[in-house]
């Protein structure tokens, strides 16, 4: 795989915050991971780098993902789990890349939240209790997949906004 195989796999978004000057060196490629266990505990956002690395491509990887945390949790988060910044409710994902890569954000965003969405819901673990055929538990998974990506949507919209260039892998 070269690296415009991994540009045209990759694809997200990012908003406002103060300018931050940080060094990339020229033609490091760029990646931020955000979300839950998927990028914080296994497989981690260690495979990003070996990925590149394996290729010989050279790659700034930085890991913002924290385990157990919800795409619903991020997108209330008004406060920087790194510095303390404050920021407004859905800008969670900006803030992280703008900490991490500066004001011109990550090339790559690997988004690994939703699925703790689903599975710490006690919406949809009742629903499924009372479910009494696959159609009644499709409206239950329906309905908190529905929260769950208008949570995703929060975050993203902001994200694409602030950096319209950046990929998104999930």
Excluded at 31 to 40: A, E, H, I, M, P
Excluded at 67 to 78: D, E, P
Excluded at 99 to 113: A, K, R
Excluded at 144 to 149: F, G, N, Q, R
Aim: with cysteine; proline share 3%.
């Amino acid at each position: 795989m070269c690296s415009s195989d991994l540009s045209d796999t990759f694809a997200f978004m990012t908003m406002f915050r103060a300018p931050l000057l940080l060094a990339v060196a020229e033609g490091t490629h760029t990646v931020l991971t955000v979300g839950d266990s998927w990028g914080d505990t296994g497989p981690t956002y260690r495979v990003i780098k070996q990925a590149f690395d394996k290729r010989d491509v050279a790659v700034d990887s930085k890991n913002r993902a924290i385990a157990g945390t919800t795409a619903c949790q991020w997108a209330s988060w008004t406060k920087s789990k790194k510095s303390g910044a404050t920021f407004a409710k859905g800008q969670a994902l900006v803030n992280a890349a703008e900490e991490e890569f500066g004001t011109d954000g990550p090339e790559f965003l690997w988004y690994t939240l939703g699925g703790n969405d689903m599975a710490q819901s006690d919406t949809v673990h009742a629903c499924l209790k009372t479910a009494q055929s696959d159609s009644d538990a499709e409206v239950c998974v329906k309905a908190t997949s529905d929260v769950a990506k208008s949570c995703t949507k929060e975050l993203l919209d902001p994200f694409f906004k602030r950096f319209p260039k950046a990929k998104v892998l999930q």
